[in-house]
T-cell receptor
Framework: DAGVTQSPTHLIKTRGQQVTLRCSPK?????VSWYQQALGQGPQFIFQ???????QRGNFPDRFSGHQFPNYSSELNVNALLLGDSALYLC?????????????FGEGSWLTVV | KQEVTQIPAALSVPEGENLVLNCSFT??????LQWFRQDPGKGLTSLLL?????REQTSGRLNASLDKSSGRSTLYIAASQPGDSATYLC??????????FGKGTRLSVIA
């Protein structure tokens, strides 16, 4: 049973560029959440997708956008990259119909903006 | 707004010692609390999930307790090993809100 998978694992981008990160949820899960974790900090919630719609959003600018596909996989897009966007981006999956169940995280995508 | 604090920020102990990591949260209206482990440069691995109706959960050498009314949780690690070295994060879930994390406790177990 594959867990949450993310790609790419590492990438380097230049300020002003755009990036797309991808996530496949754990088998059977239908809800995907994205988190940003800066060095030495706890993960911060970006947004959550369920039934191909953004259901909740954290305090992140519109430069951060996402998408969920019919197979429940998801993408995170960041436009006009800033140096401060350098972080570990974590994808998490869960099952919407079971409130408060264990959430599973992927290994993350390390983004460095230079 | 829910805030989660973890103390200490870093901890170094000799192998074999028992230790306690602390987590506090400001809003006691939570559904559950989770403890995660994060190895350097890696994602999060769920260690223990405590529902709001529970007082504690155990898994092997790990025991997590929850005192919802006082907004506190502790993670007890028995007979620590060098392989326990990692950052430990606690996160609370309050219903239709995302997980709120603390900044973590960085644990080093010295052989």
């Amino acid at each position: 049973d594959a867990g949450v998978t993310q790609s790419p694992t590492h990438l380097i981008k230049t300020r002003g560029q755009q990036v797309t990160l991808r996530c496949s949820p754990k088998s059977g899960h239908d809800t995907v959440s994205w988190y940003q974790q800066a060095l030495g900090q706890g993960p911060q919630f970006i947004f959550q997708y369920y039934e191909e719609e953004e259901r909740q959003r954290g305090n992140f600018p519109d430069r951060f956008s996402g998408h969920q596909f019919p197979n429940y996989s998801s993408e995170l897009n960041v436009n006009a990259l800033l140096l401060g966007d350098s972080a570990l981006y974590l994808c998490a999956s869960s099952l919407a119909r079971i409130s408060g169940n264990t959430i599973y995280f992927g290994e993350g995508s390390w983004l460095t903006v230079v | 707004k829910q805030e989660v604090t973890q103390i200490p920020a870093a901890l170094s102990v000799p192998e074999g010692e028992n230790l306690v990591l602390n987590c506090s949260f400001t809003d006691s209206a939570i559904y559950n609390l989770q403890w995660f482990r994060q190895d350097p440069g890696k994602g999060l691995t769920s260690l223990l999930l405590i529902q709001s109706s529970q007082r504690e959960q155990t898994s092997g050498r790990l025991n997590a307790s929850l005192d919802k009314s006082s907004g506190r949780s502790t993670l007890y690690i028995a007979a620590s090993q060098p392989g326990d070295s990692a950052t430990y994060l606690c996160a609370v879930y309050s219903g239709n809100t995302p997980l709120v994390f603390g900044k973590g406790t960085r644990l080093s177990v010295i052989a």
